[in-house]
């Protein structure tokens, strides 16, 4: 959620919560913000469920411990339904994709303006003018592409593991147009590689800009609501009703994005030990 604290307008609002907290780095540019919020998000997931994974009882569960079960349950099921094999490495991350999701995305529920609220308690009004800080990783298209990247070799390692190197090698080049005849299988051959190479680059770019695409939309609409709650008195409780309103819809994508992030890392996975 968001609250319009600036004073120029909401147009320079929106301008300055959209950059990053960054620093040169290796030559590139690195988003301090977004690193510091993901490894949050992952360490608080990490404490949160082996805390509750060490002090599982086999009696009547707490309810933090029920919440736990039933996740795992949940994700577990997700698992066994599309993917027919070990699920022993799957699972685990499945549930750790789905929970790191939901915990980035949802910092989109918490207010814009809290960094530069504490920042200007501290520093001054001048600095926290000056000091740029995104609660959202998932908003960040740095954050999807790696997490889409990681799934990518993922996919990469279970598709060799399956067919081995010969196996994966022989069905880029002669799949999905195969052919009997050796002349015309290897006339088709260059055509199979590339279908196959594009097939292969569309499902991270897919996951990547999918995610990214509704957070980042999210985001924009907070700070669009924040403009009523900045346009005095008379914006004031329709700029409150509709930033509850949104706030209420968003939790329904932070999940849902979350979900559709992990359960097509766990498709694209399992489609590695099917044939063309």
Known sequence: MSEQTGTGGLNEYIQHHLQQYAID?????????????????????????????????SGVPSKGQAFVEMAMEFVDNQVKDNFHGDRSSIT?????????????????LLPLDTPGVAIQAVAGADVA???????????????????????FFLILYHSLKAKGGFGFGKEL????????????????????????????CVKPVSLAMRLFG???????????IAGLLGGGLLMFV???????????????IVLL?????????????AGAYESH
């Open 173 to 200: 080049l002669t799949s999905p147009f195969a052919a009997e005849n050796p002349v015309t299988r290897a006339v088709l051959m260059p055509a199979n590689l590339g279908l196959n190479i594009i097939e292969y």
């Open 25 to 57: 780095f290796g030559g590139g540019t690195f988003h301090v913000d977004t690193w510091v919020v993901s490894l949050f998000c992952g360490l608080v997931f990490i404490g949160w469920f082996g805390f509750y994974a060490r002090k599982a009882t």
């Open 92 to 108: 685990p991350l499945a549930i750790t994709i789905f929970m790191w999701v939901v915990l980035m995305n949802g910092m989109d």
């Open 238 to 252: 329709p700029g409150v009703i509709f930033n509850l309103a949104w706030a209420i819809f968003h939790i329904l």
């Open 257 to 269: 994005q979350a979900f559709i992030f992990m359960i097509l890392s766990v498709v694209y996975i």
């Open 129 to 151: 003018a000056h000091t740029f800080f995104r609660w959202v990783p998932t908003a960040d298209l740095n954050t999807t592409a790696a997490m889409s990247v990681v799934v």
């Open 214 to 224: 509704n957070m980042y939309g999210g985001e924009l609409v907070f700070m669009l």
